[in-house]
């Protein structure tokens, strides 16, 4: 988190005044309001999580995807009436203060419910990865808006990855078979289904497999890439592998 987050800062004093008006695929926000939102992400964060200042919560009857779609807007609004330097100086100043919150927590003590891995109490160590992963698919679409790719090397999309595949037991919950596996040019991941559900193992023969790139993948599991593009795509093997593809590694 602390090194995507430097490249974040550094990326964003390189951009000129044309670039921070640009369409993302985070429609209809464009960079600035992407680079408000990063910043709101950790504003909400260290009030709820390091000074325990709660002040909204989903409506009566609101779903919480809505309830978030509600509070992020607010925020990107109001934000638009800060400079892009103003944005870029406040966060400087919250990136020290997230990363040094998440290295004071007990990575194995139980946090906030990460939705769509489970809703239980995740541990600590997913809640940071999730939000590791949402600042690193935010950087991207920022770099893509803009023309200036970065962040990309295996080991990232690998961590990016093994967080969002997290979603994997959630989504086939109610999915027979009897293993799966995920085959990436960064990596492989196996499941294998019990009685308790599925869970992770290490590599078997047999069961459906998914052949998928890496960079394919990790868009479809923030809908950046639809399922059924995908399946064009991607090579599957089984029921299972298909049903995959349905997955979703962030709250909507």
Do not use: K
Not at 56 to 84: C, K, M, Y
Not at 170 to 194: E, F, H, N, Y
């Amino acid at each position: 988190m602390a090194r995507d987050r430097a490249d974040l800062l550094d990326l964003l004093r390189a951009l000129s005044a044309v670039e921070w008006e640009q369409p993302t695929v985070a429609a209809p926000w464009v960079v600035r309001d992407v680079v408000a939102h990063i910043l709101g992400d950790d504003v909400s964060r260290l009030a709820r999580g390091r000074d325990g200042h709660q002040v909204d919560a989903p409506g009566p009857g609101e779903p919480l995807p809505a309830f978030i779609h509600r509070f992020n807007g607010q925020w990107v609004n109001a934000t638009r009436r800060a400079s892009t330097r103003v944005l870029i100086d406040l966060l400087t100043v919250t990136t020290e203060q997230v990363v040094t919150f998440w290295a004071s927590r007990d990575p194995d003590a139980l946090g906030e419910p990460v939705s769509w891995a489970g809703p239980g109490p995740a541990p600590v160590w997913l809640d940071c990865a999730r939000d590791a992963t949402e600042y690193w698919v935010h950087q991207q679409q920022i770099r893509e808006a803009t023309g200036r790719p970065g962040g990309t090397e295996p080991a990232t999309l690998w961590a990016i990855l093994d967080t969002f595949l997290h979603a994997v037991p959630l989504t086939l919950a109610d999915r027979s078979g009897s293993a799966l596996t995920i085959a990436t040019d960064v990596g492989s991941w196996t499941w294998v289904r019990s009685e308790e559900g599925w869970r992770r193992a290490p590599a078997v023969a047999g069961g459906a497999v998914l052949t998928i790139d890496a960079d394919l993948l990790w868009r479809v599991c923030v809908r950046m890439v639809e399922p059924d593009q995908a399946r064009t795509r991607a090579h599957i093997d089984g029921d299972v592998a298909a049903a995959v593809l349905e997955m979703v590694s962030i709250i909507r």
